[in-house]
């Protein structure tokens, strides 16, 4: 059957220019990418390699120029239940309470009159088990702004899951935590991920986050946006955090690294580093 | 004893940003109460200045007991309280869904924003002789008078209340499947909320500022009608105790504002 070659996302030949009133700006060129169900992806690269822009064309958030983009074999044509996102930060609907929040979903559906009594219990079994896995049960009461950042990105993850998508979406959701808390937070979309089974696409400019969390990582390049190379990550399914000390995880990290540094042609970074250099050396 | 265990000295409340205690900050506001008070008596008192030009808190006071007991200070303050809402009202009840819209849809932007831009520039007063034109001397004269001081400003300042919703809550919302509709009244709408409530307090001030105005057009009741016969006469103790009273009038709506804001929003006033 075909249905069990097709994959969850596929893109072909995707491209996307910016219109910018003075010239037109290409942001991704001949994007090809394969993203099988339940799988864990992550997408890498320097800033302006087009990966945020590129997952919000997944998302329906940005109109693609060219190329096809589908999800379980439908055209994208613009923001949809089926693919939920998380973003950085400011998402959290402040008036809510944590379990509103969560149940936001549900809230639309229930408006429009789709959803029976069953459901609705059903969706508080659901909303329940969502905080429970995030391990906020004792804040389902609580107001965002009472949280941590951390906590807060939790409550955004359960939020974006609480629909089943067929696709989470995830732009660089952990990029304004503490390490302490990126840890934690690593670990814990791992675990949603092996429970809930959904497919990710996570952004990050983070390679050792990229490589911990993916199972493949794609590496990007910038002007214009394009894949360099799609790297499987060699780790066992399960990770754990001392993995990252491994020198296989050192290896990979360190190529990935070069790669980036590389594509990304950081001139003046370089500049200011032989400057500093130079400095110390008469010092 | 060791430099090291003395216990840290508490911050100046002078220093930038600094923080007062409940007491502190209630000495401050009755020092900031009592001083222009007590110069304005002061230099009343002193003989300097005639009496006429510049009457005593005390001879305000009396015009203010005159004025309610012999006089309809209740009937001048109930109407102009009623000239205000009037005209208030109408102005957010236009000016709250037009603002929203404006706010949620580029192309109304487009289409309304740089009219009511050009017309908010123009003077209230200005527009007396055409609202007697076109309404008369009556009562809709004078609410049409605050309208206009208000509805403009108010429309702006909502539509930017909305503007300023952060754009992650909207994808959010596009990104679970909301409707534009749904994104409007579930999103935009309870997120801009406080802001707009902040927008009424703002704006109620400013109709209050044009009732003066609004009672120019035939009046013969209310607190800016009083204030502009008083004038006429050179009575200038009734002059300050209708000042004086709008102000009063004024500071407790703006109280009334803030306390429906504490009660209404209270996640924004929960501690972490």
């Known amino acids: ?283 | 004893m060791i430099a090291s265990s003395a216990p840290p000295r508490r911050p100046s409340i002078w220093a930038i940003g600094g923080r007062l205690s409940r007491l502190q900050y209630w000495s401050f506001a009755a020092l900031g109460l009592a001083l222009p008070l007590l110069l304005w008596t002061l230099l009343s008192s002193s003989g300097w200045v005639d009496p006429v030009f510049l009457p005593g808190p005390l001879q305000v006071l009396q015009r203010l007991g005159h004025w309610a007991l012999e006089e309809d200070l209740l009937g001048d303050t109930w109407i102009s309280v009623w000239r205000v809402f009037g005209g208030f009202i109408l102005s957010a009840v236009i000016a709250l869904p037009l603002g929203l819209l404006i706010g949620a849809f580029r192309p109304i932007e487009a289409l309304l924003e740089p009219l009511t831009d050009f017309i908010r520039y123009m003077p209230a007063v200005a527009f007396i002789p055409l609202v007697m034109l076109w309404l008369g001397i009556n009562e809709s004269a004078k609410i049409a008078i605050i309208w206009i001081g208000t509805f403009f400003q108010m429309v702006l300042m909502v539509a930017e209340n909305v503007r300023l919703v952060p754009l992650a809550q909207v994808e959010a919302a596009q990104t679970m499947g909301a409707t534009r509709g749904e994104i409007v009244k579930l999103v935009l709408l309870q997120s801009a909320k406080p802001a707009i409530l902040d927008t009424l307090r703002i704006t109620m001030g400013w109709a209050w500022t044009y009732l003066v105005v609004a009672e120019l057009v035939a009046a013969n009741s209310g607190l800016g009608y009083a204030i502009l016969k008083a004038q006429r006469y050179l009575k200038t103790d009734t002059i300050f105790a209708g000042i004086v009273l709008i102000g009063l009038i004024g500071l407790l709506m703006d109280q009334a504002f803030r306390w429906l804001h504490r009660r209404a929003f209270p996640y924004l006033h929960a501690r972490g």
């Open chain 1, 1 to 283: 059957m075909s249905t069990l070659v097709q994959p969850k996302v596929r893109i072909r030949a995707l491209g996307k220019v910016f219109e910018h009133s003075t010239a037109p700006h290409p942001a991704l060129d001949g994007i090809d990418l394969d993203i099988a169900d339940g799988e864990f992806v992550t997408l890498v690269g320097a800033s302006g390699c087009g990966k945020s822009t590129l997952l919000r064309i997944l998302a329906g958030l940005e109109h693609h120029s060219s190329g096809e983009l589908l999800c379980d074999g439908h055209p994208v044509r613009g923001p949809g239940a089926d693919r939920a996102m998380v973003f950085q930060h400011y998402s959290l609907y402040p008036w809510l309470s944590v379990i509103d929040n969560i149940k936001f979903s549900r809230r639309l559906k229930a408006n429009r009159g789709e959803l029976t009594s069953a459901d609705v219990e059903a969706a508080s079994g659901r909303a329940d088990a969502l905080l429970s896995l995030i391990g906020l049960e004792k804040f389902a009461r609580a107001w965002p702004r009472q949280l941590s950042g951390g906590m807060q990105q939790r409550v955004a993850i359960a939020r974006a899951l609480m629909g089943r998508p067929a696709v989470l979406l995830m732009d660089e959701p952990f990029g304004a935590l503490d390490a302490q808390s990126r840890e934690v937070m690593h670990d814990l979309i791992l675990h949603i991920h092996r429970v809930e089974r959904t497919t990710i696409v996570f952004v990050t400019h983070d390679v050792e986050e990229a490589i911990y969390l993916g199972q493949r990582v794609v590496v990007m390049q910038p002007r214009p946006g394009r894949i360099q190379q799609i790297v499987p990550v060699p780790l066992p399914a399960q990770r754990h955090q001392d993995m990252k000390h491994t020198p296989e995880f050192r290896a990979l990290k360190a190529e990935i690294l070069a790669r980036i540094k590389a594509s990304a042609g950081m001139e003046t970074d370089a500049d200011l580093l032989e400057r500093l250099n130079a400095v110390q050396a008469t010092a």
